[in-house]
């Protein structure tokens, strides 16, 4: 059975400050792995999603890489803004199907 | 409307109550989900429809019924329901059998059951 466990639970930076999110889960018989931002009282919203082919993804100020093996994989935000303020969630799937199984959650704040 | 969407966005019910929550994805996916958020745990699968064809329920109680009349629609159905099922609900769509299976998702419907 899939689990997913996302450290630290919560991190506090100063703005301009570049940080490591952590997602470690246990089966690592995957075809992706998904990374979320949720704002409070929100859905959520899809940053990056890596194939296990890959080893790494991008967008903008986020890089999100994959390491089967190891059954790990970290989000990695560039020059953080207060506007980075959100839940970041990590997402890998039960077995070889569609369905995700969920961390709990990094609450990152950046503060100006 | 793009995306998915859902409403309510908020709702209150009692718990002899019966209402009902919609999911609707622009995306023209063909799997859909509803996932369960309460305080302080992780989201929760709750359901999973590929094709209209419900493929998982994972151990939800009777009190919530779910209906997916065609691949674009998505219902709960809500009865009876206790304050405990207080919670954001969050209904999501995907493309199955594709390349990657990314989900998307609704901006939720929290519910309060009082």
């Known amino acids: 059975k899939q689990e997913v466990t996302q450290i630290p639970a919560a991190l506090s930076v100063p703005e301009g400050e570049n940080l490591v999110l952590n997602c470690s889960f246990t089966?690592?018989?995957?075809?992706?792995l998904q990374w979320f931002r949720q704002d409070p009282g929100k859905g959520l919203t899809s940053l990056l999603l890596?194939?296990?082919?890959?080893r790494e993804q991008t967008s903008g100020r986020l890089n999100a890489s994959l390491d089967k093996s190891s059954g790990r994989s970290t989000l990695y935000i560039a020059a953080s803004q207060p506007g980075d303020s959100a839940t970041y969630l990590c997402?890998?799937?039960?077995?070889?199907?569609?369905?995700?199984?969920f961390g709990k959650g990094t609450k990152l704040t950046v503060n100006p | 409307e793009t995306g998915v969407t859902q409403t309510p966005r908020h709702l209150v019910m009692g718990m002899t109550n019966k209402k009902s929550l919609k999911c609707e994805q622009h995306?023209?996916?063909?799997?859909m989900y509803w996932y369960k958020q309460s305080a302080k745990k992780p989201l929760e699968l709750m359901f999973v429809?590929?094709?209209?064809?419900?493929?998982e329920n994972n151990s939800v109680p009777s009190r919530f019924s779910p209906e997916c009349p065609n691949s674009s629609h998505l219902f709960l159905h809500l009865h009876t329901l206790q304050p405990e099922d207080s919670a954001l609900y969050l209904c999501?769509?995907?493309?199955?059998?594709?390349?990657?299976?990314?989900?998307?998702f609704g901006p939720g419907t929290r519910l309060t059951v009082t």
């Open positions: 997402a890998a799937p039960q077995g070889g199907s569609e369905k995700l199984v």
């Open positions: 890596i194939q296990s082919s890959q």
């Open positions: 429809y590929n094709f209209k064809e419900q493929t």
């Open positions: 999501a769509s995907s493309q199955i059998w594709s390349e990657t299976y990314e989900q998307y």
């Open positions: 089966d690592s018989a995957i075809y992706n």
């Open positions: 995306l023209g996916h063909n799997a």
